[in-house]
């Protein structure tokens, strides 16, 4: 221990802990001596041996004393003083254990430390008689793959065996004798072995005796049940026998399994013992029991019920009264004649009724359970087949199994199942024998039985029965068809019309199993059982551990393990004793007995035990909590020089251990009895006691009144309606809980106090949440049933029940006053928990008081008294609430009593002292509100009106406004304001209502802070809240439901709204309106599915951007306004495969395509570009179809009609007239491929024979060649202007930067709209991380910083700009992003598909260039400073040095232009950000239409690369001079000769390549310039000389080049440059080079091969 902790303790008198008295065993008048020698050390733990004792003290020695034989040295003969066992030191000792002649310890680190007499091997060592010194021993487990060495807890030592606990919670043995539990016959085991049966089990402690061994061990939870095995896995009998006799059927579960030990050695007088076998043929074999076993069954009575026809006559045997019979106590029946009638009352009702009246089968009485476990016999014999049904229920109530008779009138089981389900008329028998003694397997929770006599068929009639607990043990039916232990109370339940169940078996809480010592244990046993000290009911030896049957669900907390005999100490504080009886150590009668029984000891309950050779002390409770010793065993008594010895009658208190002061262990072994004793230093000690004591008789007196009051009442019949049968049955449980967590707590305290006792490990402090939780729960359950007037419902029925047992309820409910009601006394007797709390508190307090006031514990103390004390006002309030609720339910008008009356619901105050009317009332209107803790009730005379609370505002009226005294209240759909005759009224409404308004946003008013002052409310409930209403009135959301967030009175923020009829929208609201983000379903009926609109909204309406997916299977995507398709939207009709697939772009107008609009026909393959009203086709518009046609002119109402032209895919064209589609009707003209025209009125459709009225023209060979595709020149006349195109789209951008029209706003507000846009979408998809990536995030968070200009214009900013307008364009979240991504959308849609028409080319160019004029003007309106299209920004003077001109002499060829700089254009701008995305459909538009040209091209330049490279130098006609005179081939540099390819200029040709790989023209130029520069660096190499290329020099080096670089597509390169290169450029450098560029293009087409 620290420092600190050391000085706390001394604060507490650690002096005076854990000093050390012995006395010799033998005598009740005894006077303890002080050990002395310890030099004044703190003893925690000590442990006794035969002659020998060891010591544990608080800084982890040990020290032994006593005869010490083992030890070399003076010391072995007796060392009265403790000697330190010094080969401990420096190893912290946690625990000791003392065999009769060995000794045991456990380090910190869990490792074992063993040393004493070994000649059975106890100390784990081979071949040693003696250990002398502590000696570590391993522990490994071979189960694991790597030896893991097993960490230990706790041990245990007998006369020739230890036990060790590990921290897995499993059992390891060394040592010799069957009482090790390990399957093995080669005695002694010096290596320890895990007990495989317990395996898998949790072990909680161990003991062992001189020859036997106990575990308690936890139950197994519910689902881990697992099947039994029919047979038993030892001497595989069956263990569910079934006998069929005359006219019943006996089914038999107690196979006693002997284990077939011989033990030859020291039981000479070894009996057979031959369990009886109820066989299927009907055999029974009788079973010859050895003598001893004998003996207590004779003095039984026996009674036997023989069935004569209708009645019963009972016979009993007269056997002597055994003392268990004749104790005092309610006996079930104190005279002969009363059985006799009773029996033969059970032949006028059936069974089930009978037994439903049986009220003896509660097992609480300690005195009830004694007489039963005296009088059950052993295994059931034939003539003790048909035992009374009375036996039985007392034998269940031990929890000793019952073999059932059924008669049934048919010797098949299958009538008895069927009577087991469904009560049965005729008059039936129940008779038990049960065996103290059955076979128990690893679990002996379900046992399955396999009944041959139904070929293997499995009962279908069984039904699903489920049993209330038979006293805490979690005893169940097994499955269909499996009988498994039939109690009495189970078979009443079966035949009762109307089955309610309540499981009170206490309703286990995890947590608290985790945190605190479990009640849910079993008692296990094995060894040597010669005395009965192994508890199963004979005296047969066991080998492995073995369930003792019937302390199940008695809640053993701990086992002490004497020389012959053993002990199980309860939570309830009493102690059930087994084994030899010689000396009276039992605590009761003279017999000894081999099932448990209770001991007698006097005092207030017991809590803690220990067994010596002979002798048994127990430490209980006395009145003044300071515990007692009670001895029980030998008593030798010298008179008169003659010493007799004989036994205590019952456990005697020695009065003189009480004088020494509190003793915390006591410890029992051989001769002596030792004590640990504190004394009460500052009353510290006296309040630990205190608290342990009233903790245990609390835990008492709760598990009376649930076994006592409450399973009575809840097996009663007529309880009332089911609601409230529920709440009984939830306070029931609850009840169950906090009774568990007492039983619990009492156990945790008991070990406590047997430790270090530190305050600020006690369980109320550091697990208080526990506790607070657990009354809560159960006082809201206890008051919910209260307000239902559940008591009052209970005491009708209950009469009867209650009135016998009226004493009882009143010791239970501490309630003396004369001729109380019955409804009070349960009322106390269930809100009795409750006054708990201020125990604990008070005891806390003083436990305080025993610190320093600065100290750390003292504030933990303080703080959790003052918590348990606000929680005891608390629940005492919540009572007083309740029983006003009670109250004012009682006086109400009966009809609405039953709508409003709710469990949870609480009274606040209620109008019916007039105090509050409503404004505008009529004359004879009766208004009464009422307000509850979760609504607010308007009644008027026959009506009433619920406000619920959570959507509910109040304000007071101001003074002025004439209202006087007037409250405001605002519900979702109504507002009304209610007057109060006085301010003080005004007041006192105002705040109920307030403070019920935020107690019912809060959730309940359980959640008070632990500590402080918790439950102080804010005045003023939020104005904004979250809250679930039903609209019951409102036009358009009558019936919805809505659940989110409020503002006074309206949906406000985000929500979910339900209707009726399935509509539902779940996003933001904005003041009762869905405004914001929102999804929205309409269920269509006639198609099974969902209309779903995820978007925009404002103001109940959609608007803005949004997607619509119709029912139909079409999807919209784009803008609304006021619920219509208004603005820019995309519409997809039909799947591909569906029947009329189709796709349209483009602008709508209410609900209508109305403007410029794309649209796509996938059935018909073809595709509409132009003006639309109304959904029809009306205006300029241009069509081209799959089949190469294209249409460009006039359509009205969706027909082509008026002037158009016609081109087919061979160039034939038709100028003029069309009346509808595809159809000719007026004047024209018709020009062939040729050039011959034909002018005149035409008509007909187009591809079915046309009737032509005209004349034909065969222009003149000698015209000039360039007339004749003059009609392909005037392409795009007809079509929409490209300005005119997708004017929606650029508005919306507009509106979006908060302009009315383009160009018209302010820009500081358009840069404040697009920083709300940027942070509103990332806050929306910060739900979803998803949909952003790294970049994306990065990419925003940069674009929040605004370029800001001040000063001239410089290339800088320039830059600045077109680094912001690249990120913007990145990101659809901002505006100008959004813009171009719809762009690019469009464009695709246009150009792609039926639309990769060549003769759209120039259309495609022109819509790009207006693309481009109309973001320049978007951009130039947010950087105002940008200058206008073709100004120049002058470059920094540093740019301007000369730089070599690349063809001519002059220092900068930009010189030409006016002033040098920098040419603004929206080419240079913004085609870096938008190119690259229109880029293919526009680059498949350029190579459609130079198809033939490139052809041409391509085979030249196949055919001329075939050459190598001189050859092709030479034939190119390039001047010697330049032709390079080595080349560098895989990187090694060489002549060149004839046969080289590839070659030449290989650097050059490689650089012309990357043109295909660049968009913009601005970059192609830059890729042509390279090349030039290329050439020249590998001419200056060869030629070492400066010089300056002439045209005529350069065009042949070029030309090769551009042949061995073969660009596939070089055609629609060089167009796309020309169409879209930056103006000015032209006649710059790079214009000359791409001049270059085109004559080669143009050179190789017309290349003549010679």
């Given amino acids: 221990m620290d420092s600190q902790e050391r000085s706390s303790e001394e604060a507490e008198g650690a002096k005076e802990r854990g000093l050390v008295y012995v006395w010799k065993a033998g005598s009740c008048s005894v006077t303890p001596e002080r050990l002395l020698g310890l030099s004044g050390k703190t003893v925690l733990q000590a442990s006794l041996g035969t002659n020998h004792g060891l010591l544990l003290t608080e800084g982890g020695e040990v020290y032994s004393f006593g005869k ?49 007499n070994n000649s059975a091997g106890q100390c784990a060592v081979a071949n040693q008689l003696y250990v002398p010194e502590p000696q570590p021993i391993s522990i490994s487990d071979s189960e694991t793959s790597p030896l893991l060495s097993v960490r230990i807890l706790q041990l245990a030592c007998g006369e020739e065996h230890t036990l060790a606990l590990s921290l897995s919670r499993e059992i390891w043995a060394w040592g010799s004798g069957c009482q ?86 020291n039981q000479p007088e070894n009996h057979v013992f031959c369990p009886s076998l109820e066989t299927l043929e009907g055999k029974s074999v009788t079973s010859s029991q ?71 089968t509660e097992s609480e009485q300690p005195s009830q359970e004694e007489q039963v476990s005296a009088c059950i016999p052993g295994p059931p014999g034939a003539s003790t087949s048909a035992l009374n049904s009375l036996v039985a229920s007392c034998a269940s109530a031990v929890g000793v199994r019952v073999a059932a008779t059924y008669e049934a009138g048919a010797l098949s089981l299958k009538k008895v199942m069927n009577f087991y389900g469904t009560p049965s008329n005729d008059s039936g028998s129940q008779s038990g024998s049960g065996s103290p003694g059955p076979e128990a397997l690893k679990d002996s929770r379900e046992e399955q039985v396999r009944l041959e006599s139904m070929q293997g068929k499995k009962s279908s009639s069984l039904v699903d029965i489920r049993e209330e607990e038979s006293e805490g043990g979690s005893r169940r039916l097994s499955l269909p068809g499996l009988l498994s232990q039939v109690s009495p109370r189970l078979l009443r339940k079966v035949g009762r019309a109307k089955m309610r169940t309540v499981a009170l078996t206490p309703t286990y809480s995890g947590e608290a199993d985790a945190l605190l010592p479990s009640l849910r244990t079993e008692v296990w046993s094995w060894g040597k059982g010669k005395d009965g000290q192994l508890g199963h009911g004979d005296v047969l030896p066991r080998l492995q551990p073995l369930c003792v049957k019937s302390l199940d669900g008695k809640e053993v907390i701990h086992l002490s393990a004497g020389g012959h005999h053993s002990l199980a100490l309860t939570a309830k504080s009493q102690v059930y004793s087994w084994g030899s009886n010689s000396s009276g150590q039992l605590g009761h009668l003279n017999s000894p007995t081999t099932v448990p029984r209770l001991a007698k000891v006097c005092g207030d309950g017991v809590w803690s035990t220990a067994a010596g050779p002979d002798y048994s002390l127990f430490l209980a409770d006395e009145e003044d909590f300071q515990p007692g010793l009670y001895y029980s065993g030998q008593e030798s008594t010298t008179e008169n020089n003659l010493s007799e010895n004989n036994s205590t009658k019952s456990p005697v208190l020695l009065l003189s251990c009480s004088k020494i002061g509190y003793i915390s262990n006591v410890i029992a072994g051989g001769d002596n009895c030792l004590v640990l004793v504190d004394k009460n230093i500052m009353g510290y000690i006296a309040s630990l006691h205190e608290l342990a004591s009233t903790e245990r008789r609390f835990y008492f007196r709760l598990s009376e009144i649930k076994s006592q009051v409450l399973r009575p009442l809840l097996g009663l019949d007529n309880l009332g309606n089911a609601s409230t049968i529920q709440l009984l049955q939830e306070m029931a449980s609850r009840f169950s809980k906090l009774c568990y967590l007492i039983g ?51 005491a009708k029925p209950a009469i009867d ?28 007797l269930f809100f009795m928990p409750f006054g708990r709390l201020h125990n604990y508190a008070r005891t806390l307090l003083k436990l305080a008081t025993c610190f320093e006031v600065a100290s750390p514990e003292y504030q933990k103390l303080q703080d959790s008294s003052s918590c348990y004390e606000s929680l005891a006002v608390l629940l005492s309030r919540k009572r007083k609430e309740a029983e006003y609720t009670l109250g004012f339910w009682k006086t109400f008008p009966g009809k609405m009593t039953d709508s409003l009356r709710k469990p949870d619901r609480r009274l606040i105050c209620e109008s019916s002292n007039r105090g509050l009317s409503l404004q505008h009332a009529g004359r004879f209107s009766v208004n009464w509100f009422i307000l509850f803790n979760d609504a607010l009730v308007h009644a008027q005379f026959s009506t009433h009106h619920i406000f619920s609370l959570s959507t509910l505002w109040v304000e007071a009226l101001s003074e002025e406004a004439g209202n006087v005294n007037g409250l405001k209240i605002t519900t979702p759909e109504e507002q009304f304001v209610l007057l109060s005759s006085t301010p003080q009224e005004k007041t006192k409404w105002l705040r109920a209502i307030s403070q019920a308004v935020d107690q019912a946003l809060r959730g309940t008013s359980d959640l008070f802070l632990y500590g402080a002052g918790g439950n102080i409310s804010r005045q003023e409930p939020p104005i904004s809240r979250s809250a679930k209403y039903t609209f019951y009135k409102d036009s358009r959301f009558k019936d919805a439901v809505y659940d989110g967030r409020w503002l006074s009175g309206k949906p406000h923020g985000r929500g979910t709204l339900k209707w009726a009829d399935g509509r539902m929208y779940s996003g933001t609201f904005r003041t009762g309106l869905e405004d914001g983000y929102g999804e929205y379903r309409v269920p269509n009926k006639a198609l099974n599915k969902d209309d779903h609109y995820v978007g925009y909204w404002k103001e109940g309406k959609m608007c803005g951007h949004g997607v619509y997916s119709y029912a139909t299977g079409e999807v919209y995507e784009g803008c609304f306004q006021d619920n219509m398709r208004h603005g820019h939207g995309l519409l997809r009709s039909g799947k591909l495969t569906s029947s009329s697939p189709s796709m349209f772009i483009g602008q709508w107008t209410m609900d209508k395509k109305s403007g410029y609009g794309v649209f796509d026909d996938i059935t018909r393959g073809e595709k509409y570009m132009g003006m639309w009203q109304d959904d029809l086709c009306q205006g300029n518009g241009v069509v081209v179809t799959q089949f190469g046609l294209y249409y460009e002119g006039a359509f009205s109402t969706n027909k082509m009609m008026g002037t158009g032209i016609l081109l087919s895919e061979d160039d034939t064209v038709y100028e003029g007239e069309f009346s509808d589609n595809w159809t000719l009707s007026g004047k024209g003209t018709l020009t062939l491929p040729n050039g011959d025209y034909i002018e005149g009125l035409f008509s007909g459709e187009w591809g079915s024979g046309i009737k032509i009225t005209g004349t034909y023209f065969k222009p003149s060979l000698y015209e000039s060649e360039k007339d004749k595709p003059k009609v392909l020149r005037k392409l795009g006349i007809l079509a929409v202007p490209p300005d005119e195109k997708w004017k929606a789209v650029f508005e919306e951008c507009w509106n979006q930067l908060g302009c009315e029209s383009p160009g018209q706003g302010d820009r500081w507000k358009a840069w404040d709209n697009i920083a709300v846009a940027l942070t509103t979408n990332r ?71 039926v639309g990769a028409n060549r003769r759209l080319l120039q259309e495609a160019v022109r819509e790009i260039k207006s693309y481009l004029k109309r973001i320049f003007q978007l951009v130039r309106f947010l950087f105002p400073d940008l200058p206008e299209e073709g100004s120049t920004i002058p470059f920094a003077a540093t740019e301007t040095k000369g730089r070599r001109s690349f063809c001519s002499g002059k220092s900068d060829s930009r010189s030409e232009s006016p002033e040098p700089g920098y040419v603004v254009t929206s080419f240079g701008l913004l085609l870096p950000v938008l190119l690259p995305r229109l880029y293919p459909p526009l680059f498949m538009l350029y190579a459609l239409d130079n198809e033939r040209e490139e052809d041409i091209y391509w085979e030249c330049v196949l055919r001329l690369n075939k050459q190598n490279d001189t050859a092709l130098l030479s034939f190119l006609g390039v001047q010697a001079k330049f032709w390079p005179g080595t080349v560098s081939i895989l990187g090694e540099s060489r002549k060149i000769s004839s046969n080289t390819k590839d070659a030449c200029f290989a650097s050059a040709v490689e650089c012309l390549q990357q043109i295909s790989t660049t968009f913009t023209p601005a970059d192609k130029l830059k890729v042509i310039q390279q090349t030039f520069e290329e050439i020249s660096q590998n001419v200056l190499e060869s030629l070492q000389e400066d010089f300056l290329w002439s045209m005529d020099d350069l065009f042949p080096v070029f030309l090769y080049v551009v042949l061995r670089a073969r660009i596939r597509n070089l055609g629609s390169e060089v167009h796309l440059i020309e169409d879209l290169m930056d103006p000015y450029l032209q006649h710059g450098e790079q214009g000359i080079m791409f001049t270059t560029l085109k004559a080669c293009y143009y050179q190789i087409q017309h290349e003549k091969l010679t």
Avoid at 748 to 759: D, I, M, N, Q, T
Wanted: net charge negative; proline share 4%; hydrophobic share 35%.
């Fill in 68 to 116: 010490l034989p083992w030890r070399s040295g003076p010391e072995e003969l007796c060392a009265n003083s403790p000697i330190l066992e010094k080969a401990l030191l420096g190893q912290h000792v946690i625990t000791v254990a003392a065999g009769s002649f060995h000794n045991g310890a456990v380090t910190e680190g869990g490792v074992v430390y063993m040393w004493g």
């Fill in 180 to 265: 090790l539990g390990l399957i093995t016959t080669t005695f002694p085991v010096t290596k320890p072995q895990k007990v495989e049966h317990l395996a898998g089990r949790v072990v909680l402690q161990i003991a062992c005796g001189a020859y036997h061994s106990l575990a308690l061990v936890q139950c197994l939870p519910v689902q881990e049940m697992k099947p039994i095995p029919e047979r038993c896995n030892h001497c595989s009998q069956l263990l569910i026998t079934m006998t069929d006799k005359e006219d019943h059927v006996i089914i038999s579960d107690s196979h006693c399994c002997p284990l077939g030990v011989a033990l030859a050695d």
């Fill in 290 to 360: 050895s003598e001893d076993c004998q003996k207590p069954l004779v003095e039984e009575h026996r009674l036997v019920a023989l069935e004569t026809d209708g009645a019963s006559v009972l016979s009993s045997n007269d056997g002597q009264e055994d003392s268990g019979i004749s104790s005092p106590g309610n006996i079930l029946f104190p005279d002969k004649k009363e059985v006799k009638e009773y029996l033969i009352s059970l032949s006028d009702h059936t069974l089930n009724e009978t037994l439903g009246k049986n009220t003896c």
């Fill in 744 to 794: 619990q707590h009492g156990a945790s305290l008991s070990s406590f106090l047997h430790g270090v006792k530190e305050a600020r490990s006690l369980a109320i402090l550091k697990h208080s949440s526990l506790f607070l939780d657990s009354y809560t729960e159960y006082c809201t359950s206890v008051t919910n049933f209260l307000v239902m007037g559940g008591f009052t419902l209970l």
């Fill in 801 to 828: 029940f209650l009135s016998k047992n009226q004493e009882l309820l009143q010791k239970l409910s501490e309630k003396n006053e004369e001729n109380l009601q019955l409804v009070e006394v349960l009322n106390a």
């Fill in 1323 to 1393: 806050r929306q998809h910060k739900d979803s991380p998803e949909l952003l990536s790294r970049s994306h995030t990065q990419t925003l968070e940069s674009l929040e910083f605004i370029p800001q200009h001040i000063g001239a214009f410089t290339l800088e900013k320039y830059e600045n700009i077109k680094k912001y307008l690249i990120k913007a364009c990145d990101t659809p979240l901002h505006p100008l992003g959004k813009l171009v991504e719809t762009l690019v959308a469009v464009y695709r849609m246009t150009y792609v598909g």
